[in-house]
């Protein structure tokens, strides 16, 4: 329930701009590394101390900076310092909480995105913020922790493959909102399979834990929902954004991302009302099963009732009775109960109660 509950912000009263760290601290140091290139030449490195990316603010090469690991307020404020980055900007790049989002500013765009992971031992969705700073001729991704999926962006980059090399950062950028988005299918491909799963398992032998398997998987659909929704806002002004940061050129792929997001959304969509219509079958077939025991009792106490008057009569102990002292007397009392119960299940296949 913690995911569906918005994280602390600062303390009231706080100036704007006052940076706080919201957010679970996923590693010790934060980890700085360095993507230099131009169409023909790659340079890759891992620096220690933020003063070492002052010569790449003015550099002619396109830049990807990665930083893993924001809690470092301290790093941060130097970021801001030598990029020009707005103390706003700053303040939400520490706040993990942030909803998807884009800003615009003279000198950057400010793109907030929900990376999501899915944890098979526990079979939920977590998601990591990834905050891109996008500059005229450099690019930072700014990371919970280490681990993402952009290494196949970087791969392309240091095999030259591609358009990333001879375009911009703003191409950059694209390639990894695109590499988000494309892992959302991955995320949605085993959602699907698990869903599949307890729909066979509903038509099959519906079991007491389905109800809990459909709740977390719809908790899970609704999660994905809260942290998608906002991208297609996000990449239809970026399309639209009138800005010299993205060309002409990138708001074609854009517009193919955008796409994507529509896609994964229509699925969640589906994959909702999906979950809603198995949880109403589940409950169909445990009420049909229930109508179903409820008959055969039924139908076994009706057969009983006849049975249970005619002992009950002649278990009375009266010292005048019918056929007392007559040896066939007690024969006779079953033979009348075996009709009775004869004639109550041939009366009821005929009305096809059974």
Known sequence: MSRFVE???????????????????????????????????????????????????????????NIDGIHDLPMIEKIGAHFGIHPLTLEDIVNTGHRPKVESFDNYLFIVIKMLHHDETEKR???EQVSLLLGPRWLISLQ????????????????????????????????????????????????????????????????????????????AVIYLRKQVWPLR???????????????????????????????????????????????????????????EVMKVLTIIATIFIPMTFVAGIYGMNFKYM??????WGYGLAWAVMAVIAIALLAFFKKRKWL
């Open 7 to 65: 994280k602390s912000r600062k303390k009231a009263g706080s100036a704007p701009g006052t940076l706080v760290y919201v957010g679970e601290r996923k590693i010790d140091q934060p980890r700085i590394t360095i993507m230099d290139y131009e169409s023909d030449q790659l340079s890759e490195r891992t620096i220690k101390t933020i003063d070492e990316l002052i010569p790449l603010v003015d550099s002619p090469t396109m830049t990807w900076i």
């Open 125 to 127: 969705v977590t998601s």
């Open 144 to 219: 919970e922790a280490p681990g993402d999926t952009f290494d196949p962006v970087r791969e392309r980059l240091r095999k030259g493959k591609g358009r990333i090399r001879p375009s911009g950062c703003d191409y950059l950028a694209y390639a990894l909102m695109d590499n988000v988005v494309d892992h959302y299918f991955t995320i949605l491909e085993k959602i699907g399979a698990q869903i599949e799963e307890i729909d066979d398992a509903v038509t099959e032998n519906p079991q007491i834990d389905i109800p809990h398997d459909i709740h977390n998987l719809k908790q």
């Open 233 to 291: 806002e996000i990449v239809n002004h970026l399309k639209k954004e009138e800005t010299d940061l993205i060309h002409d050129s990138t708001r074609l792929f854009l517009s193919d991302v955008y796409d994507h997001v529509v896609q994964v959304i229509d699925t969640i969509e589906s994959y909702r009302d999906l979950l809603g219509g198995i949880r109403d079958l589940y409950l169909t077939m445990v009420s049909n099963r229930m109508n």
């Open 322 to 327: 019918p056929e007392l002292e007559w040896p």
